[in-house]
């Protein structure tokens, strides 16, 4: 079993900043991609960020030049340092990962629990 563990949200006033953490822990060999989703009340679920394992970002337009997706491959963690925030950023946040279980393996998706971002004034 995988599991990816999320910290860090909260309730933040709008232009605030928060960090979020998504650690994965498990019968992990290597990760390739790392990502951070959000699900907003009545909306579907959608990509915010996505990391590779050498480094590689790629953001929705709605957070580029104010979130920054990182990671540590040696903790097998990823983080989201989001800024500026707005109203309309406020939902649940998922980190997800793909992985292999030993080498040569197939490639497998695990999902966080979702923490919740909620930015109001």
């Known amino acids: 079993q995988v599991q990816l563990v999320e910290s860090g949200g909260g309730l933040v006033q709008p232009g605030g900043s928060l960090r979020l953490s998504c650690a994965a822990s498990g019968s992990i060999f290597s990760i390739n991609v790392m990502g951070w989703y959000r699900q907003a009340p009545g909306k579907l679920r959608e990509l915010v960020a996505a990391i590779t394992h050498g480094g590689i970002a790629n953001y929705a337009d709605s957070v580029k030049g104010r979130f920054t997706i990182s990671r540590d491959n040696a903790k097998n963690t990823v983080y989201l340092q989001m800024s500026s925030l707005k109203p309309e950023d406020t939902a649940v946040y998922y980190c997800?990962?793909?992985?292999?279980?030993?080498?040569?393996?197939?490639?497998?998706?695990?999902w966080g629990q979702g923490t919740q971002v909620t930015v109001s004034s």
């Open positions: 997800n990962a793909d992985f292999r279980r030993y080498s040569g393996s197939p490639y497998y998706t695990s």
